[in-house]
């Protein structure tokens, strides 16, 4: 069946710029997370879902960066007025459902996002 | 201080030979322990989850010491297409926390 997909997979912008970065998780996978992954680092939690409620926002590196997720399925993360320290892979996973921490969290691609 | 530690490497080992490394993590609350793999450019996939006792998955075993809080991974036989970066991933409930990966280079 289909995986967790991301788009666009690339995005390039200018400093100061919006973007939004759109994940589809699994079918029927009512957790989804954002990440953040640095050149040469470790994925850094960003936001967790469950269903359309964002219990966790904890990951967010400032009130420029919000997302969403509508109708249990797809989720945005936007970051506004974009600055350099944002050049990163964002990856989104989604799993069954979640709280035990005991289930796989399946990956997409992500989205290469490069800040000039 | 980071909560998932690991050796960056990069560990080069010829095909069939055994590698193994580990990880270290801080929060001695954590639940479940992972190890994933990630190829370069490439998402993060589940290799195998780590138990209590140790478990293997074919040619990889995996070992978690709660008591020192570390976490090691093994792999036998060693096969050009083990060839990535192994990320350490400790959960606690819903979050995962990501360790910066070990790079094993696996050659002919």
């Known amino acids: 069946g289909a995986g967790v997909s991301q788009s666009p ?19 029927g996978h009512t957790a989804l997370y954002w990440y953040r992954q640095r050149l040469g680092q470790g994925l850094e939690f960003l936001i967790y879902f469950q269903g359309n409620s964002a219990p966790d926002k904890s990951g967010l590196p400032s009130d420029r ?20 320290e944002d050049s990163a892979v964002y990856l989104c996973a989604s799993s069954l459902a979640s709280g035990t921490g005991q289930e796989t969290q399946y990956f997409g691609p992500g989205t290469r996002l490069l800040v000039l | 201080r980071k909560e998932v530690e690991q050796d960056p490497g990069p560990f080069n080992v010829p095909e069939g030979a055994t590698v193994a490394f580990n990880c270290t993590y801080s ?21 195998m989850s780590v138990y209590s006792s140790g478990n293997e998955d074919g040619r990889f075993t995996a070992q978690l010491n709660r008591a020192s809080q570390y976490i090691s991974l093994l792999i036998r036989d060693s096969k050009l297409s083990d060839s990535a970066t192994y990320l350490c991933v400790v959960g606690n409930d819903y979050k995962l926390s990501f360790g910066a990966g070990t790079t094993v280079t696996v050659r002919a």
């Not at chain 1, 969403?68 to 936007?78: F, I, K, N, P």
């Not at chain 2, 322990?33 to 450019?41: E, G, P, V």
């Open chain 1, 9 to 27: 997979s690339n995005k390039v912008t200018e400093k100061g710029k919006d973007v939004e970065l759109r994940c589809d998780p699994i079918s």
């Open chain 2, 27 to 47: 929060n001695s609350a954590s639940q479940s322990f992972f190890w994933y793999r990630q190829d370069c450019r490439k998402e993060p996939k589940l290799l």
């Open chain 1, 65 to 84: 960066f919000s997302a969403e997720r509508t109708g249990e399925s797809v989720s945005t993360l936007t970051i506004q007025r974009t600055q350099q």
